[in-house]
């Protein structure tokens, strides 16, 4: 019988603060990179290649 694939092991954007503001989530995928509203967990979620989500972190300069 096959595993379900595990749950998404989501982390908090270490520039999200703890006053209720803009919090981003994010968590590998099997093939992609997930991003979610952090008070949001079951809201909209999208998904960007590895390379994409690579790129967007180089080009802020945290990468």
Known sequence: ???PPPLPQWRKSSYSNGTGGECVEV???RNSV???DSKQH???RIS???SSWLAFVSSLGHG
């Open 42 to 44: 079951r809201g909209p």
């Open 27 to 29: 968590a590998e995928l």
């Open 1 to 3: 019988m096959t595993q």
């Open 34 to 36: 997930g991003l979610r």
């Open 48 to 50: 960007v290649t590895r």
